[in-house]
């Protein structure tokens, strides 16, 4: 069955808004397991307007299910990544001033990159993910520089969704075919939500993981958290 690994990124945000401590992210951590979340999920940014670097370090004794990191690797992130060991971590091409990742990796331009950084990850025993778009050479490019795993991008899929849900769903089911064929593990993520998570899931079955911030914290608010997280979790099964 596919795991919910809930982003917490958006609750530092509103956190940041007014300093101090207030909704507390740690607190957030544990109570979304506790309230049925398969893992968390942080992405902290060079500029830490979200999750800190320092979060990261403290939310990582209080993970008993699974953490995955996703970032840009630069040196710190490397640092920070190497010094946690999360269970995975997901490289994502986003450059700091992006308001959020809007693009998979070109894993052909960025081949020497990822190859070195995916090598170093992996001498820690910590498993890898790409973010993707759906286009074969991209994923035959993520298995040549030594992915585990490939996190397709999904954004194109929610915006078609409430138009066409079939034609939203094609490219990830093609491109779904082509990881499985290599031996790639797969997750998604990027605007899903209770509308367009079922049907995802369902034409997609071999989807292991999917990472959930904006519409799940934004349910939350009128759910609240833990009814929202098993909301999601009743999509998934
Ligand atoms: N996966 C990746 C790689 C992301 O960068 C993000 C956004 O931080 C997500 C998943 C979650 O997207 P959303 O907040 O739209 O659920």
């Known amino acids: 069955m596919t795991k919910l690994s809930v982003n917490i990124n958006k609750i530092a945000t509103l956190r940041n808004a007014r300093g101090g401590r207030y909704p507390d992210v740690l607190k957030a951590a544990i109570d979304c397991q506790r309230f049925g979340a398969e893992g968390i999920t942080?992405?902290?940014r060079p500029?830490?307007?979200?999750?800190?670097?320092?979060?990261?370090?403290?939310?990582?004794?209080?993970?008993?299910t699974e953490f995955n990191i996703e970032g840009y690797p630069n040196a710190s992130f490397m640092d920070l990544v190497l010094r946690v060991k999360p269970h995975q971590v997901t490289l994502?091409?986003?450059?700091?001033?992006?308001?959020?990742?809007?693009?998979?990796?070109?894993?052909?331009?960025?081949?020497?990159?990822?190859?070195?950084?995916?090598?170093e990850f992996k001498r820690h025993g910590i498993r890898t993910s790409l973010f993707t778009g759906t286009e074969a050479r991209m994923i035959e490019g993520a298995r040549a520089v030594g992915a585990d795993r490939v996190e397709f991008y999904t954004e194109p899929y929610a915006d078609l969704y409430p138009e066409n849900k079939e034609a939203a769903v094609r490219p990830f089911v093609d491109a779904a075919k082509v990881a499985s064929d290599l031996g790639l593990g797969i997750n998604a993520g990027h605007d899903l939500s209770l509308h367009n998570l079922r049907y995802l899931v369902q034409c997609i079955p071999a989807i292991l993981e999917v990472s959930i911030g904006h519409a799940l914290i934004s349910d939350a608010l009128y759910?609240?958290?833990?009814?929202?997280?098993?909301?999601?979790r009743r999509e998934l099964q």
Do not use: C, K, M
């Open 42 to 44: 942080v992405h902290p």
């Open 47 to 64: 500029d830490e307007r979200h999750i800190r670097y320092a979060d990261v370090l403290d939310i990582a004794p209080l993970i008993s």
């Open 92 to 119: 994502v091409p986003d450059p700091p001033e992006a308001l959020t990742s809007n693009a998979g990796w070109d894993t052909l331009a960025n081949a020497g990159l990822l190859s070195e950084v995916l090598a």
């Open 223 to 232: 759910f609240g958290l833990e009814n929202t997280i098993q909301r999601y």
